[in-house]
């Protein structure tokens, strides 16, 4: 199973950005899967989840009203819609995937996207 992340780019305070992450492989709805966001020098932090049906979904605080995650089983896609972007927002950004767990604790996931840059310019 692989995940290929894109979406990333450079944006302005206030602007939107949509994230993909293509399950290849395996269909999305055999897996929970998450956003996860790293900046140098910082450790990784949660963004958001949903789990493999998704009628589960969970989000940082800190992006609360802001992101919306959502899957496509029949596109194999996960994306994570970002609204309202900040320039705090500023990092790479991964996907994850798992069989059995949709959450906040990078950890629990088997699987990683090779990342996509997103830049919030003030």
């Known amino acids: 199973v692989q995940l290929q992340a894109s979406g990333g780019g450079l944006v302005q305070a206030g602007d939107s950005l949509r994230l993909s992450c293509v399950v290849q492989?395996?269909?999305?709805?055999?897996?929970?899967m998450g956003w996860f966001r790293q900046t140098p020098g910082k450790e990784r932090e949660f963004v958001a989840a949903?789990?493999?049906?998704?009628?589960?979904?969970y989000y940082a605080d800190s992006v609360k009203g802001r992101f919306t995650i959502s899957k496509d089983n029949a596109k194999n896609t996960v994306y994570l819609q970002m609204n309202n972007l900040k320039p705090k927002d500023t990092a790479v950004y991964y996907c994850?995937?798992?069989?059995?767990?949709?959450?906040?604790?990078?950890?629990?996931?088997?699987?990683w996207g090779q990342g996509t840059q997103v830049t919030v310019s003030s």
């Open positions: 994850a995937g798992d069989v059995i767990y949709a959450g906040e604790f990078g950890e629990k996931y088997d699987y």
């Open positions: 492989g395996r269909t999305s709805g055999s897996y929970g």
């Open positions: 949903i789990s493999r049906s998704g009628g589960t979904i």
